[in-house]
């Protein structure tokens, strides 16, 4: 991740020091933004001349000559998304606002089509039996049946890779030695692929207390019967922007109830609503937890990522939710393996 701190500036900021700052970065832009990081506005070098054309001073603050409408992202809009409206907009770089419109990243094309590599773990959970998927993993582990022509948990290292994640750990323990010939230790890929052997089912979250040393930055956990297209440097951003102690990504999924719903007060009909549709949140199993967290899980015992979450709730600690608008698929029962073959090359081509 780059840091782009060094190219905010307030409004007041004379233009002068606005020339130097963009000069000096390889942005070429520059961020205005008030006291809560909350974006006014962008500074380009064509917007200063513009500005000098018009009878604009060096000492002048630079909120005369900033773009008060400059295009941004969400942390939600996927990495092609980001690159279609860079295209459009004939832009190298886009700032990313959350809800309340604050920076919390910078995206560039550069970055966008050339990943820069990340040192963060992360940690695949491939030892379930994926009995819902018998007789298929009767004798091959679930993250190895193939999703197109390759291996789903493949797709899933191929997913992280892309957005230049490299240190991996993966947790077996289902017929852990074929995971383990299949990937060996990752240079097939150019990256350090290493395992946590499950002598038991640990669970979700369990499998973190195997980890041979404490990591040093914040680590991605996910399933390993996923395929999405998550953009996982956002995901890590928007994680870090907010000092998270966990992020829990989560799935809107709505349920349309098949009757008529009557609402009463006591005996009495208030009224009558026909099929209404509930949506919900749910775990989509994919986090990013801060390095403390390790010590917070039991070792070599059962312990999952909801149980994990609720103590965070309990003890207070910054807990926050990523949705995923991006491509999502939980591959739990042979209906789901079936269209996920089906839309594989579609949304993996």
């Known amino acids: 991740m780059n840091d782009w701190t060094n190219i905010l500036i307030s409004p007041t900021t004379p233009i002068l020091k606005a020339i130097e700052i963009i000069d000096a970065g390889a942005r070429q832009l520059a961020l205005v933004v008030d006291d809560d990081n909350r974006l006014l506005g962008t500074v380009t070098d064509g917007d200063i001349r513009r500005g000098l054309l018009k009878g604009k001073l060096l000492n002048d603050p630079v909120e005369g000559v900033m773009n008060s409408y400059p295009t941004v992202a969400s942390p939600y809009d996927t990495r092609e998304n980001i690159l279609a409206l860079m295209k459009v907009r004939q832009l190298h770089q886009i700032p990313v606002v959350d809800d309340d419109g604050r920076v919390i990243h910078v995206e560039m094309l550069n970055d966008l089509l050339r990943p820069i590599l990340k040192d963060n773990w992360i940690v695949l959970m491939a030892g379930g039996q994926g009995t819902r998927l018998q007789p298929l993993t009767y004798d091959c582990p679930k993250p190895l049946l193939k999703v197109g022509n390759k291996p789903l948990l493949e797709t899933i290292l191929l997913n992280f890779i892309e957005h230049g994640f490299h240190k991996f750990y993966i947790s077996v323990n289902y017929k852990a030695e074929m995971i383990q010939e299949y990937f060996g230790d990752g240079s097939r890929w150019n990256v350090t692929i290493k395992y946590l052997n499950e002598e038991k089912s640990l669970g979700t979250a369990g499998a973190l207390s195997l980890l041979p040393e404490k990591p040093t930055l914040p680590l991605l956990v996910m399933n390993g019967d996923l395929l999405t297209k998550i953009n996982f440097e956002q995901l890590l951003d928007f994680h870090i922007a907010y000092q998270a102690k966990g992020t829990m990504c989560v799935r809107e999924y709505d349920f349309q109830v098949p009757y008529g719903v009557v609402k009463v007060d006591k005996q009495r009909m208030v009224g009558i ?77």
């Open 273 to 349: 609503e026909e099929k209404p549709v509930q949506r919900f949140f749910v775990n989509a199993g994919i986090y990013v937890l801060d390095p403390s967290v390790i010590e917070m899980i039991p070792s070599n015992e059962f312990f999952d990522m909801p149980s994990l979450f609720d103590k965070f709730l309990l003890e207070e600690q910054q807990t926050i939710v990523f949705p995923i608008r991006e491509y999502w698929l939980d591959i739990g029962r042979l209906s789901d393996f079936e269209r996920a073959n089906v839309e594989f090359a579609e949304v993996f081509g």
